[in-house]
């Protein structure tokens, strides 16, 4: 490496599967010299372009000894702007108190609203037309209008369809409604800015490039770079619960270019002249890339500024008195409106079968819409010598006639598929999450937290789970994190955070006092107390508070606290601790982030006596790749590694090492060149890492415990019961992963087969050694065994790969629990699409606490966060959130069971109701001619779906439920049959369609026939069309809601006012609409049909012996099904209706168990406090069904007395 001219130099790099060959030059050394590189891929040579860019950097790479080119390539690659000829991504410059200039961004108004007054009906109209069934019969409707095709009038489609839209558009409006208010809320907050003189400014009209003055406790109006503060180190505290759910404080510190500004008055502020260059809106929270450039002498064309100097719009200023920041994003560019994207649209399992079975139910209305008009052609021409009728028999009309008949006969029969579906189910599953919320059993009174339904379109997949995939940290433990352990300079001991200088004395006496041990000792401490990113508050009360982002920083400070090293305080720029009475101020020079692909946190410090010292903590796999050679304790501390990880402990190991002034100032070049690209800059930063994170001495390892949440074990269990597998994806170590495991119950009794080669050859003869001892070769169809498969991220990967995948999956489906440990959030992620595209009729869910679960949570068919100590970013983008794990366990047994249940009957039942009434048209064309004229009168039709039958789906769906909700939680086997789909699917989908049709037939043929002589009226005359079709309509409208009764399996109050509410409406309104002519233009032929229908016995009759012998044969089937092959919701049935004076049920409230008793005597559930006063309790979670069962026949009072 020459400061001269270099020879061309080529080297053959194979990165991405492909080998590349690089070519560099590099000319002259001036400042400003450019590298020309030009890379050739096979035989076409494609020129790319390079940033310019100072020698330094080389040079820094040439004395850190980097030998050979292909690392500084890969380095230079990353943070240099090498692109095709292919457009830049937007990035923004921003001139600083240069208002003319800033002008063209975007406005600081925000609308979060889906429609305003202009857009509200195109784009309403829009968004409900795009689904089929709205779109079919707006077709409908419009063909009603052609002139003699429609037999039900004009308007028989177009109202239901209007009142349907209408019901959505005022659920539209209503929810619109409280976003404008929530945005004219946000947008007339008022903010000082400074634009001469300070203005008190509504939020909406801050502009970028405004120099803004924010107050204690105010929230950022917009994306501030921050310029200066009240503090004198010139920081301030944030609080971002409302991004990220975290409630600790962050700590900010103005840029050094600007951090006096303001201080004296606003004088120099106004005088700032400078501009920002920063990459484009985006909405990476955690990232900021960008420069700063501040006219005046002395300074670098440009400096870095940090993700720590940008507030975010949506963060509220804490325990600062002031603070002035310059505006970067403005309104919907800010990274808050960013994250405001929802989350992936996710469609049920019901509803695509829903779907494929109206477009067959579709094409069942085509043929009989084909067939009639067929046969009405033919009819025509047979007929067509009767001068009555008024026909022509030549070809051309008779394919006109063929043509308008089809027509004629969509609509009649159009009400096959049901108008009122899908407003009936979006109604239910909207109420149905609202069940979820307001659950008593769901709330967390420690943190007050209730579950949250966010997405009410799942429902009933969560009765259908199979396979839950969970993260460790947060979601099965309380990430609550206590060191219990460590390993120092090759000794393992306990740690006990309470016992403040005893502790290090009993330490010191474990150790040798004078010798090296001890000094290993200290440092290890100070390595505890200085390498994290915790912030020390002081408060009067409590002395000196921690605020952290991680509980494991947090618990190891707080632990080095207590063995004599305590944090005092802490700036960007330096940090201040106790060292056994003394204190010591160490300055930070640069800080090496924690994130899931490094696996560690490094932190560079300049000593008090002077010397730079660099502090390294992370999993070990990463740690010890970067050691001196023969490091001495790297072997003892791996064996009190692999004990710690057995007990269940989390791991981290402790490192340091001295870097000479000569070898970091080298290297702080590069960094500084990685700190101010534009491109990439994240990545470059963290190769810049490694170049520096080398030859670390090891100090010991660190072993954190975490403890179960409560009931983990027996939620655990319960869901196995009910035949769901639980896979844990965790990035903790594998032996803390498996201890976890037994813990929790997760891998009690089962055979562990565990890979953790590391190359895909080992990894697939691994996994085919376990297939052959699970002899999954020789079968066509798995079986589960009684073991699970432990594997670790990097033989994952290897397992991942298209040519293993297949029988990686094979084997896991195999087993009755997975656990993979050490793995990342893109991994995690692809586990589960792994599982969900291949396993067909398999819902998959997902749970997790932290940001590194989301992807795995959006990738699942439900995503359920947990509301812990990790922020809110799982929450934020899952589909159902609460705060503790076993919380899961009632949402899926109860509440998905039940809702799944419950959409299966509504769906079923919506479309049994519109088959059996309209069918009958059908049959009745048979007797006219087929002419299409209808046996119903047309508003009686359009009214049908929406008044007569629209009350009984709502009750089936909201209210009915097979067996109670204690009974399912002490049953979990019960949650099978919804898991199957044995309530819904194609086969059952059709039967109910053949049972409607054979209900049609029967209530048509026995009143058409029982009437077709023309039975005589009290008055002497016989009945006409209308009498025979009013009385085939009341026979339906009781048979199907009779039906709905047979089908309800439970009958609150609420049910039986829909049922027979239903029955009497249609009954008043035959009496109403029987006047309605000639006062209103309708209903002509109703003119006092009333007084014939309710004064003949043969309507009577009718309408009692229809139902009766449509439910008769149903009941008769159900009832010998239930008794002569019942299942295991039966047995459950008959048993609870078996105790007749009631059953007890004891669970936990909030940490307290709880006794319930139900029963036939009560009239509400009664509920008392469970008092350990006698031995007939044990505990709790040993109470079974059938405990329950044998103390139900007791004596109600006393049984409960003696209990309690």
């Not at 061309?8 to 002259?28: A, F, K, N, W």
């Not at 951090?259 to 484009?280: I, N, P, W």
């Not at 009931?711 to 201890?739: F, H, N, Y």
């Amino acid at each position: 490496g020459n400061r001269g001219q270099m020879a061309r130099q080529r080297e053959l790099i194979q990165e991405d599967d492909r080998v590349e060959l690089i070519e560099l030059r590099r000319q002259g050394s001036d400042a400003d010299e450019e590298f020309p590189l030009r890379r050739s891929v096979g035989n076409q040579g494609k020129s790319y372009g390079v940033r310019h860019t100072p020698n330094p950097l080389v040079s820094a790479c040439e004395k850190l000894k980097v030998s050979n080119w292909r690392r500084y390539l890969l380095f230079w690659k990353s943070h240099s702007r090498i692109h095709k000829a292919e457009k830049p991504k937007p990035r923004r410059t921003i001139h600083i108190n240069s208002p003319q200039l800033n002008r063209h961004f975007c406005s600081n108004h925000i609308s979060t609203a889906k429609y305003n007054l202009l857009s509200f009906f195109p784009l309403f109209l829009f968004d409900q037309f795009r689904r089929y069934a709205n779109l079919f019969f707006l077709a409908i409707a419009l063909l009603q209008q052609i002139p003699g095709i429609s037999p039900t009038g004009r308007f028989t489609t177009a109202v239901p369809l209007f009142l349907v839209l209408l019901a959505v558009a005022v659920k539209e409006i209503i929810e619109d409604l409280r976003r404008h208010r929530a945005d004219s809320r946000q947008n007339r907050q008022v903010v000082k800015v400074l634009r001469g003189v300070y203005e008190d400014t509504h939020w909406k009209n801050v502009v970028v490039g405004d120099i803004v003055w924010v107050r204690d406790k105010q929230f950022f109006p917009a994306d501030l770079l921050l310029l200066s503060s009240s503090d004198p180190k010139s920081i301030c505290y944030v609080k971002t619960s409302n991004l990220d759910g975290e409630t600790n404080l962050k700590i900010k510190q103005a840029h050094p270019e600007t951090s006096l500004l303001g201080l004296s008055g606003r004088a120099d502020l106004l005088q700032l002249k400078g501009c920002v260059e920063c990459e484009g809106p985006n909405n990476r929270l955690y990232e900021f890339t960008g420069n700063i450039s501040v006219q005046g002498k002395g300074r670098r064309a440009a400096e870095p500024i940090l993700t720590n100097q940008i507030l975010l719009r949506g963060s509220q200023l804490r325990n600062t008195r002031w603070v002035y920041g310059l505006v970067i994003y403005t309104g919907h560019d800010s990274k808050l409106l960013r994250n405001a994207n929802r989350a992936p649209l996710k469609r049920s399992n019901m509803e695509s079968i829903t779907n494929g079975q109206v477009l067959y139910l579709f094409f069942v209305l085509v043929v009989l819409s084909l067939v009639s008009s067929i046969a009405s052609t033919v009819w025509n021409s047979l007929n067509s010598h009767r001068f009555y009728l008024r026909m022509e028999a030549s070809t051309g009309s008779a394919v006109l006639h063929l043509f308008y008949s089809f027509l004629t006969f969509l609509i009649l029969y159009n009400n096959l598929i049901p108008i009122s579906l899908i407003v009936t189910l979006e109604v239910v599953k909207y109420i149905q999450a609202y069940f979820i919320n307001f659950d008593r059993d769901l709330y967390y009174s420690e943190t007050d937290t209730p579950a949250l339904a966010r997405n009410s379109n799942l429902s009933e997949e969560l009765g259908q789970v199979k396979y839950i995939f969970a993260d460790k940290t947060g979601t099965l433990t309380r990430n609550e994190m206590e060191l219990k352990q460590c390993s120092i300079a090759g000794q393992s001991f306990s740690v006990d955070a309470t016992h403040g200088q005893d502790q290090i004395a009993s330490l010191k006496r474990v150790i040798k006092v004078k010798g090296k041990e001890t000094a290993v000792l200290v440092e290890f401490l100070k390595v505890l107390a200085l390498c994290h990113s915790v912030v020390p508050e002081s408060d009067k009360k409590r002395g000196v508070a921690y605020q952290a982002s991680s509980p494991d920083e947090e618990a190891l400070v707080k632990a080095a606290s207590a063995c004599g090293v305590k944090l005092l305080s802490r700036t960007p720029e330096t940090v201040t601790i106790d060292v056994f009475g003394q204190t010591e101020e160490y300055k930070v020079l640069n800080l090496l982030e924690f994130t899931s692909d490094r696996k560690r946190m490094s932190v560079i410090l300049r000593s008090p006596e002077g010397s730079i010292r660099l502090m390294c903590k992370g999993a070990e796999s990463v740690v010890f790749n970067r050691l001196v050679e023969g490091d001495p304790l790297c072997q003892e501390t791996g064996r009190h590694l692999e004990k710690f990880a057995l007990d269940g402990l989390r791991t981290l190991c402790i490192s340091a090492t001295n870097l000479d002034e000569a070898t970091y100032m080298e290297w702080e070049k590069v960094y500084y060149a990685a700190s101010t690209s534009q491109e990439n800059r994240e990545r470059a930063l963290d190769e810049a890492a490694e170049l520096i994170e080398k030859n670390l001495h090891l100090l010991g390892a660190t072993a954190v415990e975490d403890k179960l949440q409560e009931r983990v074990p027996e939620s655990i269990e319960c869901l196995r019961k009910a035949s769901i597998k639980v896979w844990v994806l965790t990035g903790d170590k594998q032996e803390t992963a498996i201890a976890t495991g037994f813990s929790s119950k997760q891998l009690t009794g089962l055979n562990l087969m565990i890979c953790n080669e590391r190359t895909q050859e080992a990894v697939n003869s691994r996994l085919s050694s376990f297939a052959n001892q699970l002899s999954l070769h020789n079968r066509k169809e798995l079986s589960e065994h009684k073991s699970a498969l432990i594997i670790d991220g990097q033989a994952l990967a290897h397992a991942m790969d298209p040519s293993i995948s297949k029988l990686f999956l094979d084997l896991a489906l195999s087993c009755k629990s997975v656990v993979c440990s050490r793995v990342t959030p893109a991994q995690k992620a692809a586990v589960v699409e792994l599982v969900k595209r291949n396993v067909k009729r398999s819902i998959t869910l997902a749970i997790g606490d932290g940001a590194n679960d989301v992807a795995m949570i959006q990738a699942a068919h439900v995503g359920v966060g947990i509301s812990g100590r990790e922020g809110m970013q799982a929450t934020l983008a899952s589909d159902y959130a609460f705060a503790q794990f076993h919380f899961l366990v009632k949402l899926l047994l109860v509440h998905g069971a039940w809702n799944y249940h419950r959409l299966s009957k509504l769906i079923l039942y919506c479309f049994y109701k519109n088959i059996c009434l309209y069918m009958i048209e059908f049959w009745f064309v048979f007797y006219n001619g087929f002419s299409g004229q209808p046996i119903f009168e047309r508003w009686t039709i359009g009214l049908y779906n929406v008044i007569f039958t629209s009350l009984p789906p709502l009750v089936l769906g909201l209210f009915d439920k097979d067996v109670d909700a204690e009974v399912r939680m002490l049953r979990p086997s019960l949650y099978r049959s919804s898991q199957r789909g044995t309530s819904f699917n194609s086969k059952v989908f059709w039967i109910w369609v053949a049972v409607s049709i054979v209900h049609s037939l029967a209530i048509f043929f026995v009143i058409y026939y029982g009437l077709h002589h023309g039975a005589p009226l009290h008055d002497g005359k016989v009945v006409g069309l209308w009498f025979v079709g009013n009385t085939i309509y009341t026979a339906t409208v009781v048979t199907v809601c009779v039906k709905a009764g047979l089908e309800s399996e439970y009958w609150p109050w609420v049910t039986h006012a829909a049922i027979w509410g239903s029955i009497i409406s249609w009954f008043l309104f035959v009496a109403a609409y029987s006047h309605f002519w000639p006062t209103f233009p309708v209903a002509v032929e109703m003119v006092g049909l009333d007084s014939k229908l309710f004064g003949s016995f043969l309507f009577y009759l009718s309408f009692l012996l229809c139902p009766a012998i449509c439910i008769l044969p149903e009941v008769l089937v159900k009832s010998f099904r239930m008794h002569l092959f019942p299942s295991e919701v039966d047995k459950a049935k008959l048993e609870q209706q078996q105790c007749p004076a009631g059953y007890l049920s004891v669970s936990y409230s909030n940490k307290r168990p709880r006794a319930r008793l139900y029963g036939d005597g009560l009239d509400d559930a009664e509920e008392s406090p469970l008092e350990y006063t006698s031995n007939a309790i044990s505990s709790s979670d040993s109470w079974s069904y059938e405990d329950t069962q044998e103390r139900c026949h007791k004596n109600v009072n006393s049984d409960l007395q003696t209990l309690l």
